[in-house]
């Protein structure tokens, strides 16, 4: 049932290719079209529509963080996340005109029903994000995207979020095509780089060598610390979420613009950093630089994920990630991968269970 892998965990990893390919031929058509058949709601809905509330938890939530991020910037509607353990004691202004987004891969996390129980009483339409047909969370939401993963067995999870990502991705075009905010020229480019992100999967993958061999140059270091910017803030957080989970080690993931305001203080020649550089197009590549460069002045230990042909950030780094070119909207989707991978081979050399971490359950239906 592992297909030959050592772990389910493994296995999962190595499946996204897959499962992003088949969310892509279900709602992407031939001439680059993305329907969402399944979804109750029309046109009107979404031009109507005043704003977006994302809830979950975990590795959910940091999905939810990354596609406010592409909500806000393809469909111009004001979007924010929450984690469910929060919304659903706090008083969030919300109404019969905000949808509602639910993200959960089991579709029974205890704190996300409740938070969509809550937004139903006040009014709002509610669409979850899941990933198991007949779950709690899909019989009490109006609109459901599946995200197709397949059983996922591994308590750390890892198809399931490149999947929820992904879902992400058509959504934010899908609205952001019904509302008219988006030029066909930008939508057309997005669909054609979201096509090659299952080869660029495959080609983190086939070095998933070289990236065990720099988890174990650095495993046995009591903390690290992941720095992302913008897209990549979810993945760093993401990243170091994996790699508390599987491994017990401590790590933290931060907004790398937020370095200066405390965590500079923890870095020395002992603590990895591991810094997400993949977004070149972006204004904040540059800012992101300079962070590595305070990093690097103080003799910190610089892992850095970065994009082939890299210059500027490779030469700062003692041990470097390259992953093939994208948008740097989309660039999440196939960094995680990598963050998965160095969060795998760091327990491996820890000698945990990876697929059955102490102390966690696959799915938590108690708050
Ligand atoms: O089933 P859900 O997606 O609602 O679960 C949410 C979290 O419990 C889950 O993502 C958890 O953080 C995972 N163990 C992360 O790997």
Not at 13 to 32: F, K, M, S, T
Not at 70 to 88: H, K, P
Not at 309 to 325: F, H, K, M, Q, T
Not at 336 to 356: C, E, N, P, S
């Amino acid at each position: 049932e592992k297909a030959g892998f050592e772990t389910f965990m493994l296995k999962e990893i190595h499946e996204q290719p897959r499962v992003i390919r088949g969310l892509l031929d279900r709602h992407l058509d031939a001439a680059g079209r993305i329907e969402l058949a399944d979804l109750p709601w029309d046109r009107e809905f979404f031009r109507t529509l005043d704003r977006i509330m994302i809830v979950a938890c975990g590795t959910a939530y940091h999905a939810g963080m990354y596609g406010r991020l592409l909500l806000e910037n393809l469909t111009g509607l004001a979007v924010e996340t929450d984690l469910a353990s929060e919304f659903r004691y706090r008083n969030p202004k919300i109404s019969g005109d905000t949808l509602v987004i639910a993200v959960s891969q089991s579709g029974e996390t205890a704190d996300t029903l409740a938070s969509i129980r809550m937004a139903r009483e006040i009014g709002c339409p509610v669409l979850s994000i899941c990933n198991v047909p007949g779950s709690s969370i899909v019989r009490e939401s109006d609109g459901v995207l599946f995200t197709d993963a397949g059983l996922e067995i591994g308590v750390a999870s890892t198809k399931a979020y490149t999947a929820q990502q992904t879902a992400f991705i058509l959504l934010a075009l899908y609205a952001a095509r019904l509302r008219d905010e988006v030029e066909p020229e930008r939508s057309a480019e997005l669909v054609e780089a979201l096509r090659r992100i299952p080869d660029a999967i495959h080609y983190v993958l086939e070095r998933q060598d070289a990236i065990r061999a720099i988890a174990e140059k650095h495993h046995d270091g009591a903390s690290s610390l992941y720095l992302g910017r913008k897209f990549n803030y979810p993945t760093a957080l993401e990243g170091a979420l994996k790699n508390k989970e599987i491994s017990y080690q401590h790590a933290e993931g931060y907004a790398a613009g937020e370095m200066k305001h405390g965590p500079i203080a923890l870095i020395n020649e002992y603590l990895p950093v591991i810094c997400i550089c993949t977004q070149t197009r972006d204004e904040v590549y540059d800012k992101v630089v300079s962070n590595l460069k305070e990093v690097e002045a103080r003799n910190g230990r610089i892992i850095a994920l970065v994009t082939e042909g890299d210059e500027n950030a490779s030469r700062l780094a003692e041990d470097l990630i390259a992953v093939p070119p994208t948008l740097d909207e989309l660039s999440p989707v196939i960094n995680v991968v990598a963050l998965q991978l160095l969060a795998y081979y760091a327990a491996q050399a820890r000698g945990t269970d990876i697929d059955k971490p102490r102390n966690l359950a696959k799915s938590v239906t108690v708050e």
